[in-house]
């Protein structure tokens, strides 16, 4: 199934909450769905998914295998944002389309926080890059 397709079956979940019904089995609290898809389905050979689950969550298993069967498409990559890195958070959240959010306004807080991370970290990675240099 191509990309396209599974990414309109997905945003078609989002709509009619039988993906806020998966996201609750699994005790997902937030999804986005972010990358290539967004910005070009025809051309992109993944669907990136990510979502926040509680400390300690066993269900990303499920979760991701329960993705693909609503998909229709094993091209789903999900990203745990819980324990992510500030690059891995940004991409996640910030250009992101919301699909669930367990309560009102967590997408908003929570792509606030990943972007303010995300911006007072940059020093770091460039102070990473230039001892990787050798400079």
Do not use: K, N
């Not at 199934?1 to 039988?18: C, K």
């Not at 699909?99 to 926080?113: D, S, V």
């Not at 970290?121 to 990787?132: S, Y």
């Amino acid at each position: 199934m191509s990309v396209a397709v599974a990414l309109a079956r997905l945003t078609a979940a989002a709509d009619d909450g039988s993906l806020a019904d998966l996201a609750r089995d699994c005790r997902a609290e937030l999804v986005t769905v972010f990358g290539s898809a967004l910005r070009d389905a025809v051309l992109a050979r993944d669907i990136d998914v990510a979502v926040s689950l509680p400390h300690g969550s066993r269900t990303l298993l499920a979760l991701h295998g329960a993705l693909a069967d609503l998909t229709g498409s094993d091209a789903v990559d999900v990203l745990v944002l819980d324990g992510a890195g500030p690059t891995a958070r940004f991409a996640g959240l910030v250009g992101a389309q919301p699909l669930y959010e367990a309560r009102p306004g967590l997408f908003a807080t929570t792509q606030m926080a990943a972007a303010l991370e995300f911006y007072e970290t940059a020093w770091l990675r460039d102070l990473d890059l230039r001892r990787m240099a050798g400079l």
